[in-house]
């Protein structure tokens, strides 16, 4: 009773719907064959973070994701990277998520979509990850670490499970050097649930639990033309409904808007990094 009520802000920001619903409406709505889908047809949206399905292809190549690897997703939203690694580059991945509609959603596409021998998920969290030591090839994380309060305990657990030799690949945003942001973003309706810690700190805790940096880049540019593009889409009178509304309900362009004014303004970054458990 206790983790439930922990969780319950998160809850309540995420998933306070029937997301399932939601896409399974929007996408008959849109003209599709809800017994014949295909990855082309939820790419608009299932990927719920600043780069979308090129972010994550990104992602995966900055940290050599390769077949038959055993990858764990923190943080996986309805589950669009997780496929797009099992799909794309022949890995098992579990998504491990804090919010209860996004696992539904994303073990009903995942069905769907066939899917489902070589991706699953588990919801749980990040800081309590339910799986025995030294268990997969790569940890993998993107923009989710905004929401956690104890970073140090995230990295100490996403340490536990890497093999050794394997790595901690995460894209995130940070936080800069401006102060006063603007609310509400994707992952803060408010000061309240914003925990953004600055590139030092995380590279400093990820070294303190035992991992060993092997990259770590800016990618704010790339972050800001995207997110301009999303933000014209949403803005667009003829706007498809198969876009990130289907996941947010409330203030979408706003919460656009403002991310890309924090990350123009300095007042975050964007990062991707991968940090690797040598023994």
Same mark, same amino acid.
């Given at each position: ?45 299932? =990927?719920?973070?600043?780069? #979308?399905?090129?972010?994550? /292809?990104?992602?995966?190549? @900055?940290?050599?994701? &390769? *077949?038959? +690897? ?100 995460? =894209?995130?945003?940070?936080? #800069?050097?401006?102060?006063? /942001?603007?609310?509400?973003? @994707?992952?803060?309706? &408010? *000061?309240? +649930? ?86």
């Amino acid at each position: 009773m206790a983790r439930t009520r922990q969780w319950d802000p998160i809850q309540k920001h995420y998933g306070d719907t029937d997301i399932s619903a939601r896409i399974l409406t929007r996408l008959r709505r849109a003209g599709y064959d809800l017994d014949k889908l295909s990855r082309k047809d939820t790419a608009t949206f299932d =990927e719920f973070h600043g780069g #979308g399905r090129a972010s994550t /292809l990104a992602l995966a190549a @900055f940290a050599s994701v &390769d *077949p038959g +690897m055993r990858v764990l997703d923190l943080g996986s939203g309805i589950g669009g990277p997780a496929r797009t690694l099992a799909a794309e580059r022949g890995c098992r991945v579990t998504g491990l998520e804090l919010t209860a509609e996004f696992v539904r959603a994303g073990k009903m596409l995942t069905e769907r979509l066939g899917m489902a021998a070589t991706v699953d998920f588990v919801q749980a969290s990040a800081t309590d990850i339910p799986f025995k030591a030294e268990t997969f090839d790569i940890v993998w994380s993107q923009n989710m670490l905004m929401n956690v309060r104890d970073k140090e305990q995230l990295f100490r657990e996403a340490f536990r499970v890497t093999k050794p030799g394997g790595v901690f690949a995460l =894209e995130t945003v940070v936080a #800069g050097s401006g102060e006063g /942001l603007h609310f509400p973003t @994707f992952w803060a309706a &408010d *000061p309240s +649930m914003n925990f953004l810690a600055s590139a030092r700190e995380l590279r400093e805790l990820a070294t303190a639990v035992g991992f060993t940096e092997a990259s770590f880049e800016d990618t704010t540019d790339a972050v800001i033309a995207n997110g301009r593009r999303r933000l014209q889409a949403a803005k667009a009178e003829d706007r498809v409904e198969l876009d990130l509304s289907v996941i947010v309900t409330t203030a979408v362009a706003e919460k656009m808007e403002n991310s890309v004014c924090n990350n123009i303004e300095g007042k975050t970054r964007a990062v991707q990094a991968l940090f690797q458990r040598l023994a």
